[in-house]
Each structure stands twice: as C-alpha cells, then as structure tokens.
C-alpha cells in the first residue's frame, strides 16, 4: 500500500452557521516576516495547502481555512492567515470566532482575552465561555457613500463601500427579499452588482477590488435589528451575518449618525444566525492603533469605530488530511 503523506491536523468549527477549518499543524515552513509578508509567500509558494484545505474533496465551497502561525508580535498569542476557495482573506470575523474556540478546544488558550495577529493588523478576542466569543476588529470605516451602479437586470444599485476588514458594498435595500427560498436569486443579483462595480471602476482605498457584496432587509424576528445575505469573494453565501461585514455594517451606521458608541446591532444573517456588535472610536492619538487607517478621514470627520463582534462558534470535527501521493486530486479539485 503507498504511504500517505503526513496528515494535516485540523480542527473544524461553524460560527453561527459558517465553517472554519483550522489548520493546526502540518503546513508549510513560511519563514519570518509580518503575517502579510508570510500571506505573500503561502500565496506565492505553497497555494497547494489552500487548495487541499478547502477545495473538494477534502472542502467545499463556504469552508474558509485558517492557518495558524508563529505571530511576530509578542502582544499576540498566535498568527492566522485566512483563506477560501478562491483565494486569501485579510480578516474573517466568523473565522476568528472558530479558530478562539478551537485554540480553546485544543487547550493552547484559556478563557479570557487573548490577541491574534492577522495580516490586517492585531485582533482581541474574549472568550467568554467555550462556545461565546467577542471579537474586537480592525478599525472599520466607511469609505465612499450613496454610490450608484448600473447593474444588468437590476437596473440602478445605491450603496455604500466600507471597509471592516475586507471591502463590502452595502445595499441597504435588497434588490432580492432576502429569504432563503432566494439564495440562488439573491446570490445572482449579488454577482451582477460586483460586476457592475468593477465595470464602472467602484473599487475600495487604493484601487483594491470589492470583494463582498451586501445585501440587507428587515429582521424577521423581534431580536435583530437586520437581516443580511453576504456573497463572500468565491461565490458561496456566508451563513453567518459576516464579522467583517458587520463591523462595515457599524461603520456605516456610525457615520449615519444612527448608532453612537457602546449601542448595540443586532445583525441576523440569512439563515437565522446573529451577532451582537457594538463599537468604540478610534484612538487617533496612539498611532499604534490607526496603522493601515487613513488620517485623511479623520480630517473629514469620517468616524473610524473599532468594533466588537459576539458570536457562537461549535467544535464539528477534528482530524488528519491524508494526501496521498499517486493522487492526481492530492492538492483538491482546483477552481
Ligand atoms: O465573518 O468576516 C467574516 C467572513 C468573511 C467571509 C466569510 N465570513
């Protein structure tokens, strides 16, 4: 019988709906340097590891993969690099929700507050209880507002670009009810409008392309202050309400003027699944906590919020990826 390779430890976990596969151990060596010096190289050198993790047959299309790292930043208790089917992810909020309660499940982190690095910058999470976990992300803003796209079938989008840790155009008014008997048809509107953008030259700071589309209607329970379908880069639907896009979601507010600091929102995503997120303002006097952030928004007024994001995470799987090495699949069925 050939041998296998060594196996690739994982541990899976879903935040509120939404998979996250951790890859503890058995990726590649990926040197020193900043986690987004590190991201370059397992893009540029080892992309096999993304492919194997979360393509089929070992993945599926919603997993996103975390790798977890070495982190350079004594303050952090670990690095992680996001990925999904497409490609790398600077932050994912419902993935870091999974990776603190696996850390947790495995015994490498207490309950409490530790910080991780990722390659947009530190984040805090508390661990509340094994399964509760708050998230306190990267500073979030809003970038452009009220822009209008022509898009095919739908005719003219209005929406805002923020930034939460990835790019997202936000509509607040669904072109598609947003149902789960609408996923495909809400999922088809969600690809015409990320067309439309990259048509019309609607991209985030610096020219980056708009990678989440989202989509948002009335809550459809007493608890939630929203609802929301999100298309996340390689074209599945988050099943959460998306960490990164609520912490765009609470910039947007913020700077509407309708939700001050400390409030909370209530963000329920498509199918049922929420998250409690609140924010504070940005310290624009320690530099340390502005990196990355443009000074000219605060020029403009433009408020940049740090937000809090809390969700459940549960353990669903642990486990060795064997690759075999007469497997012409061996790294995944490549996109
Ligand atoms: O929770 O930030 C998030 C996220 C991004 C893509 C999928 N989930």
Redesign the pocket.
Request: with cysteine.
């Given at each position: 019988m050939p041998t296998p390779t060594a196996g690739i430890h994982i541990v899976d976990s879903h935040t509120g709906g939404?998979p996250t596969r951790l890859v503890v151990d058995g990726g590649p060596d990926l040197g020193s340097g900043s986690l987004a010096q590190r991201l370059i190289r397992l893009r540029e050198t080892a992309d096999d590891l993304r492919q194997t993790v979360v393509n089929e047959p070992r993945g599926w299309d919603a997993i996103?993969g975390a790798l977890l790292c070495e982190s350079t930043d004594p303050h952090c208790a670990a690095g992680v690099i996001f990925f999904?089917n497409t490609g790398y992810?600077g932050?994912?909020?419902?993935?870091a929700i999974g990776v603190a309660v696996s850390l947790h499940y495995l015994g490498r982190v207490p309950l409490g507050r530790v910080k991780l690095e990722t390659p947009v910058g530190p984040i805090e999470v508390t661990l509340q209880s094994a399964n509760e976990v708050t998230i306190e992300n990267v500073p979030s803003y809003r970038w452009r507002s009220d822009v209008t796209v022509n898009v095919e079938e739908l005719g003219p989008v209005t929406g805002d670009v923020a930034w939460g840790?990835?790019w997202f155009f936000l509509v607040q008014d669904s072109p598609v009810e947003v149902v789960r008997t609408n996923i495909a048809a809400l999922t088809d509107a969600a690809w015409r409008v990320r067309r439309a953008l990259a048509a019309e030259g609607v991209t985030g700071r610096g020219g980056i392309e708009i990678d989440?589309i989202e989509f948002f209607a009335p809550a459809t329970t007493g608890v939630a202050n929203s609802r929301n379908f999100?298309l996340?880069p390689g074209g599945a639907y988050?099943r959460?309400p998306?960490?990164?896009?609520t912490s765009a979601k609470i910039a947007c507010l913020a700077a509407d003027g309708k939700l001050g600091p400390g409030e909370t929102w209530v963000q329920e995503s498509i199918i049922g699944s929420r998250f409690a997120a609140s924010y504070h303002l940005v310290d624009w006097t320690d530099p340390a906590s502005v990196i990355n952030v443009p000074t000219t928004l605060d020029e403009q007024g433009v408020p940049v919020v740090i937000p809090r994001i809390t969700g459940q995470a549960f353990i669903s799987g642990e486990g060795f990826l064997v690759q075999q090495p007469e497997d012409p699949f061996r790294c995944g069925v490549r996109c």
């Open positions: 939404e996103v999904n992810l932050m994912c909020g419902h993935g840790g990835n989440h999100v996340c988050d959460s998306c960490g990164t896009g």
